[in-house]
T-cell receptor, first 110, second 115 residues
Framework: KNEVEQSPQNLTAQEGEFITINCSYS?????LHWLQQHPGGGIVSLFM???GKKKHGRLIATINIQEKHSSLHITASHPRDSAVYIC????????????FGEGTQLTVNP | DTGVSQNPRHKITKRGQNVTFRCDPI?????LYWYRQTLGQGPEFLTY????????KSRLLSDRFSAERPKGSFSTLEIQRTEQGDSAMYLC?????????????FGPGTRLLVL
């Protein structure tokens, strides 16, 4: 079993829909990251969380440390949100390496 | 452009050849990471440097792989005697650790195809 599991693997939505991507992890962490990867490979960091909730524009990320679970929400989705969204954790007390989930491919249709 | 840059962006090589990739981090970033990503998978950690010191290496980094960061600025990743299984995207990221906060900034990656 992977240390970081994401669901769903693939998600197709209509423009304007509210989207949720989930991430569960099985190890102690010091931080959790949500990343966005566009075709061609470039990765952009969206959020870094160690507790609670963060919001940036139409994106909201939450984390529940006790449940070892995080969610990424996109409100009023748009075709330009189409990308792979990756959850990654930095394990507590073991340096700075990130352990990544397999990613969620999101496609938003107009 | 002051982001992380990687060269080359694409590399096609024959099995058994050696290849070398370069990563130029964001200026003043003291940490530099190498990851490998195969199609449909998330990235996997390979190794990281703090300044010029290589602090951690993954078991994925076989003895055919070597990474250096000689002056604490740019880094190179060399793969010797390439195998078809080495075909992947090789990603570099850099960061500046301040207290407990650390955001890694990723380069565009080098896509390697071993024939």
């Amino acid at each position: 079993k992977n240390e970081v599991e994401q669901s769903p693997q693939n998600l197709t939505a209509q423009e304007g829909e509210f989207i949720t991507i989930n991430c569960s992890y099985s190890v102690g962490i010091s931080a959790l990251h949500w990343l966005q990867q566009h075709p061609g490979g470039g990765i952009v960091s969206l959020f870094m969380l160690s507790s609670g909730k963060k919001k940036h524009g139409r994106l909201i990320a939450t984390i529940n440390i006790q449940e070892k679970h995080s969610s990424l929400h996109i409100t009023a989705s748009h075709p330009r949100d189409s990308a792979v969204y990756i959850c990654a954790v930095r394990r507590g007390g073991s340096g700075s390496r990130l352990t990544f989930g397999e990613g969620t491919q999101l496609t938003v249709n107009p | 452009d002051t982001g992380v840059s990687q060269n080359p962006r694409h590399k096609i090589t024959k099995r058994g050849q050696n290849v070398t990739f370069r990563c130029d981090p964001i200026s003043e970033h003291n940490r530099l990471y190498w990851y490998r990503q195969t199609l449909g998978q998330g990235p996997e950690f390979l190794t990281y440097f703090q300044n010029e010191a290589q602090l951690e290496k993954s078991r994925l980094l076989s003895d055919r792989f070597s990474a250096e960061r000689p002056k604490g600025s740019f880094s190179t990743l060399e793969i010797q005697r390439t195998e078809q299984g080495d075909s992947a995207m090789y990603l570099c990221a850099s960061s500046f650790l301040t207290g407990r906060e650390e955001t890694q900034y990723f380069g565009p990656g080098t896509r390697l195809l071993v024939l």
